[in-house]
């Protein structure tokens, strides 16, 4: 099955400065790849995802690239924003049915004011 | 419109004990699931359902059962709860697998012990 890593487990950031989260994905089949961010104590949603037809997606500061010769995709924020302080998750799925979703093990981001 | 709505919140159980956690959708969404999050493992599928009266294994599906006998309210059960099974369980919906959007619609949460 498709098995997902996600680094860094922690990273931590000064407010304005970048953030960038990487994950692989095991399985060239894969062509769904959404992020959800959790706030403490909250729910994760989605912010962001893209599939395997495109290269690059943005949306205001936030932006998600995918290589899939090398199988690795990456979550870019920019400016980031004490807003931005959360754990993110990746996933891959072949398909977009959430019961095909395989999630890493999920990115604590700090942003220090 | 409440979304995706989890009882309870929060509980305490001994191993052995046996519980029902509660989910509801008013989104009229077809799939739901049930998931688990453990520090450091992301979301890990445990069961999950594609329409009313239907219901398929996850990725850890042993020690819990799942119903669906109604299109809005999918049952996870505990029938003998182990140590293991202290973690944060998440419900969630989505529209269809057709979509052309599956994001993922995630309930509030229930935090698990069991002693």
């Known amino acids: 099955g498709e098995n997902v890593e996600q680094h860094p487990s922690t990273l931590s950031v000064q407010e304005g400065d970048s953030a960038v989260i990487k994950c692989t994905y095991s399985?060239?089949?894969?062509?769904?790849f959404p992020w959800y961010k959790q706030e403490l104590g909250k729910r994760p949603q989605l912010i962001i995802d893209?599939?395997?037809?495109?290269g690059e997606k943005k949306d205001q500061r936030i932006a998600v690239t995918l290589n899939k010769t090398a199988k690795h995709f990456s979550l870019h924020i920019t400016e980031t924003q004490p807003e931005d302080s959360a754990v993110y998750f990746c996933?891959?799925?072949?398909?977009?049915?959430?019961?095909?979703?395989?999630f890493g093990g999920g990115t604590r981001v700090l942003v220090k004011p | 419109n409440a979304g995706v709505t989890q009882t309870p919140k929060f509980r305490v159980l001994k191993t052995g004990q046996s519980m029902t956690l509660l989910c509801a959708q008013d989104?009229?969404?077809?799939?739901m699931y049930w998931y688990r999050q453990d520090p450091g493992m992301g979301l890990r599928l445990i069961h999950y359902?594609?329409?009313?009266?239907?219901?398929a294994k996850g990725e850890v599906p042993d020690g819990y059962n799942v119903s669906r006998l109604k299109k809005q309210n999918f049952l996870l059960g505990l029938e003998s709860a182990a140590p293991s099974q202290t973690s944060v369980y998440f419900c969630?919906?989505?529209?269809?697998?057709?979509?052309?959007?599956?994001?993922?619609?995630f309930g509030s949460g229930t935090q698990l012990s069991v002693l």
């Open positions: 969630a919906s989505s529209y269809s697998v057709h979509a052309t959007n599956e994001k993922l619609f």
């Open positions: 399985d060239s089949a894969s062509n769904y």
């Open positions: 893209i599939r395997s037809n495109v």
């Open positions: 996933a891959a799925s072949i398909g977009a049915a959430g019961n095909k979703l395989t």
């Open positions: 989104m009229n969404h077809e799939y």
């Open positions: 359902s594609v329409g009313e009266g239907t219901t």
